[in-house]
C-alpha cells in the first residue's frame, strides 16, 4: 500500500492538483479503501456505487472527488473556509466557456494594468542578466561536476559571485526605480510579496470580487492563490516553510546559480489559468451523476443532516432516510500543521473569515501531554457527533500516524472499536528524507 509504483502526475492527476495543501493523502489511498476490490490485505467491501461517504476533515476534498469517480455520494466538512473552497472547485459543475472567456478578459486588464509599472520590463531585463552570468560563472553541468568532486568550495565560490551579481541587480532596481518592499509589514502580503506582485495581486482580486457569478469566482480565486503562493518572495528551498523574505538575487542550493524572487505575477498566472482549464476539462470526462456537498463547520457540533439541506434537500433526504454509509478521513495529525497559516495569503487577499481557534491539534498548541488529552477528546466527539447520521453497521476509516498511541482512547471514548489496523509506508513525500522510513495507519473503526 505504499502505492510507489504511482508517477507523481498520477497522485496529482487532473483536480487533485488546483492547488497545493499541506497533508493531504493520495487519491489511490482513497480508492484503494472506497472501491470494490478485494486483496490480500483488503478482505471485505464496505462501500458500494449510490452510497453516501462523509469525511468530516475534507481538508482539500480528495475524498469527495474519489467517492465521484467511484459512482458514490459524499460529504466533506472543513473548519476551515478556504478548505471548503478548494473543494468545491474541485468537485463543483463549471462553465469551461464562460470561464476561459473571463480569463481572456482578466488577462487584458492584467497588462493595462502593468502598462504604466515598469516591473515587467525590470524583471525580462534581470533575467537576461541572469543567464548571462550562470552561463558564465555556473555553467550546467560543469559546475555541479566540479562541486561535487570538491573542485570548487561551493560555499566560497557561491557567496563571491552573489556578491558580484548584486552590484548588477541594484543598478537595474535603481534603473528601473523599482520598489521592493512596502513600508508597512504588518500583514503577510506586505511581508512576503515584492511591492510589484503584491500590487498585482491587490489588482485582480479586486477584479475576482466584482464578478457576479459566484462559481466562476471561487474557480478564479483558487487560481490567484495558487499563483499568489508561487510568487511570494522566498529562495526556492524554502516555498514550503517560509524562513526568511527574499528581496533580492541570491545563491540557490536547489538549482545551484544565482536566482531571484518573483516581480510579477504574469507568469504563473498564465500558467495556472491554462492548467486549472485544462484540469477541470479532464476531471469533467470522468465525473459521475453524484452529489458531493462541502459545509464550512465544526464537527464536533455541526448538524450534518441542516447543512447538507440547505445546498442539496435531495441528499439530505437520503441521510434522512438511509444514512451515511459511513467515514473516509485523515483527522489533522497533532501538532504538525497549522492549517489556517498555510494559506494566510488567499484569507488577506480575499478578506475570508478566519477559525484558527477551533482547529483541533494545530501546530501553534504543540505535542504536550495536556494537548494531548485535548486531541483525544475532540477526534472522539467529532466522532460521536458523525455517528448519529451513519447507518448500522457503519465502517469507520481514519488515516494518522498515531506515534503517541492515542486512537484506542479515541475509539473507546467514541464508543467504537479498532478491528483493523493497515500500516503503510509512505515513500513519495515532497521535501522529506526518503531514506528514512515513515509509516502511517489506517484505523478500521466500527461500532463496540
Not at 464508543?415 to 503503510?424: A, E, L, P, Q, S
Request: proline share 3%; charged share 30%; glycine share 4%.
Amino acid at each position: 500500500m505504499s502505492f510507489d509504483q504511482y508517477k507523481e502526475s498520477e497522485r496529482t492527476k487532473h483536480v487533485h492538483r488546483l492547488h497545493p495543501y499541506k497533508g493531504k493523502f493520495i487519491p489511490q489511498l482513497v480508492e484503494y479503501f472506497l472501491d470494490s476490490h478485494t486483496d490480500e490485505f483488503k478482505k471485505e467491501v464496505c462501500f458500494q456505487k449510490g452510497d453516501i461517504v462523509l469525511d468530516p476533515f475534507c481538508g482539500s476534498g480528495t475524498t469527495l472527488v474519489q467517492a465521484n469517480e467511484l459512482g458514490m455520494h459524499a460529504v466533506g466538512i472543513d473548519i476551515s473556509y478556504f478548505n471548503v473552497l478548494i473543494s468545491e472547485v474541485k468537485v463543483g459543475k463549471h462553465d469551461l466557456f464562460s470561464l476561459s472567456n473571463i480569463i481572456r478578459s482578466m488577462d487584458w486588464r492584467l497588462s493595462e494594468f502593468q502598462r504604466n509599472r515598469k516591473n515587467v520590463d525590470f524583471e525580462n531585463h534581470l533575467n537576461e542578466e541572469l543567464t548571462k552570468f550562470n552561463n558564465r560563472y555556473f555553467p550546467s553541468p560543469e559546475y555541479k561536476i566540479r562541486v561535487s568532486k570538491g573542485q570548487i568550495d561551493e560555499d566560497k565560490y557561491a557567496k563571491e559571485k552573489e556578491q558580484e551579481f548584486i552590484c548588477i541587480f541594484n543598478r537595474l532596481v535603481r534603473e528601473y526605480q523599482i520598489k521592493l518592499q512596502s513600508h508597512q509589514k504588518g500583514t503577510f502580503l506586505d511581508k512576503w510579496f515584492l511591492e510589484p506582485v503584491r500590487e498585482e495581486l491587490v489588482f485582480l482580486s479586486r477584479e475576482i470580487k466584482s464578478i457576479h457569478n459566484e462559481e466562476l469566482r471561487k474557480v478564479l480565486i483558487l487560481i490567484l492563490s495558487r499563483t499568489a503562493r508561487s510568487c511570494r518572495a522566498t529562495t526556492h528551498a524554502d516555498l514550503a516553510t517560509l524562513r526568511e523574505p527574499v528581496t533580492t538575487t541570491y545563491y540557490c542550493k536547489k538549482h545551484r546559480k544565482i536566482c531571484k524572487p518573483i516581480f510579477s505575477i504574469a507568469k504563473w498566472w498564465d500558467y495556472y489559468t491554462r492548467d486549472t482549464l485544462n484540469r477541470l476539462r479532464e476531471f469533467e470526462s470522468l465525473r459521475t451523476d453524484t452529489a458531493q456537498v462541502c459545509i464550512v463547520g465544526d464537527s464536533r457540533t455541526v448538524d450534518i443532516y441542516q447543512e447538507v439541506r440547505k445546498k442539496n434537500q435531495n441528499l439530505a433526504e437520503v441521510i434522512l432516510k438511509k444514512g451515511i454509509r459511513g467515514i473516509f478521513s485523515s483527522p489533522p495529525y497533532i501538532g504538525l500543521i497549522d492549517y489556517h497559516e498555510q494559506h494566510a495569503y488567499a484569507y488577506e487577499l480575499f478578506g475570508f473569515e478566519r477559525r484558527d481557534e477551533l482547529e483541533i491539534g494545530s501546530m501553534s498548541r504543540g505535542q504536550g501531554e495536556e494537548e494531548r488529552k485535548a486531541y483525544i477528546q475532540d477526534i472522539a466527539r467529532v466522532l460521536i457527533n458523525c455517528k448519529k447520521y451513519l447507518q448500522k453497521g457503519y465502517d469507520v476509516f481514519l488515516v494518522a500516524n498515531d506515534k503517541f498511541n492515542l486512537y484506542p482512547k479515541i475509539a473507546d471514548l467514541a464508543g467504537m472499536k479498532i478491528v483493523n489496523i493497515y500500516k503503510r509506508p509512505v515513500l513519495n513525500r515532497v521535501e522529506k528524507d526518503r531514506d528514512n522510513p515513515y509509516f502511517e495507519s489506517i484505523f478500521h473503526l466500527k461500532e463496540k
